[in-house]
């Protein structure tokens, strides 16, 4: 399996994104879809997830009411629509993938796949 992410760039404060993670390969097992951010000098942070199944969404305090996780298992992407960004969601942002629930969403160990990740950065 491989993730590719796309749709990061240099926006200002209150602005707006998608970012689009591309999955290639095939696995029979996948359990959700998620991202991660990662912001200089900081440790990763999970911000959201998809149960790949049933499709229900999951996010962080820092970015619920702003951000939108959603699948397409047709195309097998997965996006993450980011609104009302903030200079503090500046972060490289990854995409990830869990073939089966480990019990926490936020641990990066629940995630088996992970992307190169993209750059976003928000200015004042």
């Known amino acids: 399996v491989q993730l590719e992410e796309s749709g990061g760039g240099a926006v200002q404060a209150g602005d707006s994104l998608r970012l689009t993670c591309v999955v290639t390969?095939?696995?029979?097992?996948?359990?959700?879809m998620g991202w991660f951010r990662q912001a200089p000098g900081s440790e990763r942070e999970w911000i959201a997830a998809?149960?790949?199944?049933?499709?229900?969404?999951y996010y962080s305090n820092s970015v619920q009411g702003r951000f939108i996780i959603s699948r397409d298992s047709t195309k097998n992407t997965v996006d993450l629509q980011m609104n009302s960004l903030k200079p503090e969601d500046t972060a490289d942002y990854f995409c990830?993938?869990?073939?089966?629930?480990?019990?926490?969403?936020?641990?990066?160990?629940?995630?088996?796949?992970w992307g190169q990740g993209t750059q976003v950065t928000v200015s004042p």
């Open positions: 990830v993938h869990a073939s089966y629930y480990k019990g926490a969403y936020r641990l990066p160990e629940h995630w088996d796949y």
């Open positions: 390969g095939t696995t029979a097992d996948r359990h959700a």
């Open positions: 998809i149960n790949w199944g049933h499709g229900g969404t």
